[in-house]
């Protein structure tokens, strides 16, 4: 629903973010019924896990620590300050980043908790990940697939604005599960970016890297780091048994989102 909400919604806009309002003019009411969309099939494909499933009701509630309490207030920080720089229309890589790193240092000094938990648990794994995505990228630009694919983008919008509209929303969105949806977004900007398209076009693009990423594991960085928390918890969520909700989950939302663009 937000710039910020989302690392790929960055890199498909890049230097064009549009300003908050009109980003919220574009893109509130397809979040709001691609969350309401998606709560709902959640809860009718699970009704009966839920039904047949123990479920605690009488759970201890542990105390929030100093530091938790502090952690707390330096994240709702951060989104007053993302969401005023976003309507102040300043690029959010660098506040986002400073932010993150001034609560992370104001929180360990005034708790005085030593830093090497902190960077013990940061999942380091994940950085060459990314990196190695985004060359991916540069090199499919270096090959001329970015031209290739602007020329068929902009084939299609000249035959049917609405039928390239609803092409590029799905294609992209299939395309986050097999390159991860920060390069296929990335690589999305690159076209969206080469010439001026239709704005349900560049909205359909953006609404497939977010919502594509749904489907499976390896759509988005977002659901890989959720499932470096749950391994840190000895839970396990396998490829297979994400895909079977995901595609139950991901195609309807997203569908419905294009709809309403």
């Known amino acids: 629903m937000l710039p910020i909400s989302n690392p790929a919604n960055l890199v498909v806009y890049g230097a064009r973010m549009p300003h908050l309002f009109d ?5 509130a009411l397809p979040s709001i019924v691609s969350i309401v969309v998606t709560c709902i ?4 494909a699970l009704r009966i896990a839920l039904k047949e499933e123990h479920l605690e009701r009488d759970v201890p509630r ?11 207030l330096g994240i709702a920080a951060i989104g007053v300050v993302l969401v005023t720089a976003s309507a102040l229309d300043v690029r959010l890589g660098l506040p986002t980043f400073l932010c993150g790193v001034i609560t992370s240092v104001a929180v360990l000094a005034l708790a005085r908790q030593s830093p090497w938990p902190l960077v013990k648990d940061i999942a380091w794994g994940v950085l060459p990940l990314v990196a190695g995505l985004f060359v991916m990228v540069e090199a499919l630009v270096k090959t001329g697939a970015i031209a290739q694919l602007n020329a068929l983008l902009h084939q299609a919008v000249a035959q049917s604005t609405t039928k390239a509209m609803w092409a590029v929303g799905i294609a992209t969105a299939i ?8 390069p296929v977004g990335l690589l999305a900007g690159s076209v969206a970016a080469s010439d001026h398209l239709p704005q349900q076009v560049t909205a359909a693009i953006l609404i497939g890297v977010d919502l594509g990423p749904n489907l499976s594991v390896t759509g988005s960085l977002a659901t890989i780091l959720w499932l470096v928390a749950l391994r840190r918890e000895d839970l396990h969520v396998s490829a297979w048994h994400f895909l079977k909700l995901g595609w139950i989950v991901m195609l309807p939302a997203l569908l419905l989102a294009l709809a309403v663009v």
């Open 62 to 72: 542990p105390v929030l620590s100093y530091g938790g309490k502090l952690t707390a």
């Open 23 to 27: 980003w919220l003019r574009q893109f």
């Open 41 to 44: 099939v959640l809860r009718l």
């Open 175 to 182: 395309a986050d599960n097999v390159a991860n949806n920060l």
